[in-house]
């Protein structure tokens, strides 16, 4: 068996898609893994270099890869897409992914620690309230409006105390 130099590696929840090639850029394994063997195949190949989309999890998978040694590169799913040679299924993308990966003018997105990567949620996290929160006012001054309650002022700080979820009472 050849050695292989370079791995497209499509990400999934539970069934990943691995397409080696060696140097010459001959297939040399074309296989699905589950979750569970993931980690056995990859410790027990010799270090190559590793193609993956940046998308759920491959922040994680980056790392737990490049513990074994490998060279972990991860692309914009957009930019592996025109090496997708035809219908888009698990196997086809790892193979667009091993093509993309090996490109000389490839951009390639950094892999985020787990720290920055809470960071991030942590963020997404409060927008998401913020946003929800004025949802929340927005459509209880419509509800306000259909009693004939005129609320002129925007934001929260003009809600009546009980109606706002900023409350003095919430605080204590």
Same mark, same amino acid.
């Given at each position: 068996m050849n050695k292989i130099s370079v791995i497209g590696l499509d990400l999934a929840k539970n069934v990943f898609q691995v397409h080696g090639v060696d140097s010459d850029g001959e297939v040399v394994v074309r296989k699905r893994l589950k979750r569970s063997q993931l980690r056995q195949f990859f410790a027990n190949l010799e270090p190559c270099l590793i193609g993956l989309e940046a998308c759920g999890g491959a922040h994680y998978w980056s790392r737990e890869l490049a513990g074994f040694g490998h060279t972990v590169r991860m692309m914009a799913p957009i930019f592996v897409k025109p090496y997708l040679k035809t219908n888009k299924n698990d196997r086809n993308d790892a193979e667009a992914i091993c093509g993309a990966v090996q490109r000389p003018s490839m951009r390639f997105v950094q892999p985020k620690t787990p720290? *920055?990567? $809470?960071? @991030? !949620? @942590?963020?997404?996290? &409060? &927008? /998401? @309230?913020? &946003? *929800? &929160?004025?949802?929340?006012?927005?459509?209880?001054?419509?509800? /306000? +409006?259909?009693?004939?309650?005129?609320? $002129? $002022?925007?934001? *929260? +700080? !003009? @809600?009546?105390?009980?109606? +706002?979820? %900023? +409350?003095?009472? %919430?605080?204590?």
């Amino acid at each position: 068996m050849n050695k292989i130099s370079v791995i497209g590696l499509d990400l999934a929840k539970n069934v990943f898609q691995v397409h080696g090639v060696d140097s010459d850029g001959e297939v040399v394994v074309r296989k699905r893994l589950k979750r569970s063997q993931l980690r056995q195949f990859f410790a027990n190949l010799e270090p190559c270099l590793i193609g993956l989309e940046a998308c759920g999890g491959a922040h994680y998978w980056s790392r737990e890869l490049a513990g074994f040694g490998h060279t972990v590169r991860m692309m914009a799913p957009i930019f592996v897409k025109p090496y997708l040679k035809t219908n888009k299924n698990d196997r086809n993308d790892a193979e667009a992914i091993c093509g993309a990966v090996q490109r000389p003018s490839m951009r390639f997105v950094q892999p985020k620690t787990p720290e *920055q990567q $809470a960071v @991030l !949620h @942590l963020h997404h996290a &409060r &927008r /998401l @309230l913020v &946003r *929800q &929160r004025v949802a929340l006012n927005n459509h209880m001054g419509g509800i /306000l +409006s259909e009693y004939g309650i005129r609320c $002129a $002022a925007r934001g *929260q +700080s !003009h @809600l009546p105390a009980s109606a +706002s979820t %900023d +409350s003095k009472a %919430d605080r204590e």
